[in-house]
Nanobody, 124 residues
Framework: QVQLVESGGGLVQAGGSLRLSCAASGRTFGLYDMGWFRQAPGKEREFVAAISSWSGGTTHYADSVKGRFTISRDNAKNTVYLQMSSLKPEDTAVYYC????????????????WGQGTQVTVSS
C-alpha cells in the first residue's frame, strides 16, 4: 500500500512558477512509475507528466506543458516533483500525483494509488 500526499499548490500570477511535491509512504516508492494529472473545473482529469521507476530515466509530458513543466523524483526522499514555469491561466486545476507499476503512463486507469490533490490557480 502506498499513500501519496501532494503539496506546493497555491495562487500565482501568469508567467510565474510553482513546484509541486508528492510525498509517498512506504519503502517501495522506487518501484513505481509516477505521474501527475490535473482536473480543471468542469473538465475531465487529464495527464500532465510521468516519470519512470527507479532512476527516472524516462519522462513524458502532455503537449500542453512540454517545455514549461519538469517532472523529477528523489527516491531517497520518497518524493516526486513537478516544477511548473511560465504558468498560464489555463493551467489552473487541481493537480494529483499517482503511482503505477508499469503500463501506459498516460492512462489514469493504469495508476493504482492517488493523492488527494493540490489546487493551483494562475491569475491573468
Amino acid at each position: 500500500q502506498v499513500q501519496l500526499v501532494e503539496s506546493g499548490g497555491g495562487l500565482v500570477q501568469a508567467g510565474g512558477s510553482l513546484r509541486l511535491s508528492c510525498a509517498a509512504s512506504g519503502r517501495t516508492f522506487g518501484l513505481y512509475d509516477m505521474g501527475w494529472f490535473r482536473q480543471a473545473p468542469g473538465k475531465e482529469r487529464e495527464f500532465v507528466a510521468a516519470i519512470s521507476s527507479w532512476s527516472g530515466g524516462t519522462t513524458h509530458y502532455a503537449d500542453s506543458v512540454k517545455g514549461r513543466f519538469t517532472i523529477s523524483r528523489d527516491n531517497a526522499k520518497n518524493t516526486v516533483y513537478l516544477q511548473m514555469s511560465s504558468l498560464k491561466p489555463e493551467d489552473t486545476a487541481v493537480y494529483y500525483c499517482a503511482g503505477a507499476r508499469g503500463g501506459l503512463y498516460s492512462s489514469q486507469g493504469n495508476y493504482d494509488y492517488w493523492g488527494q490533490g493540490t489546487q493551483v490557480t494562475v491569475s491573468s
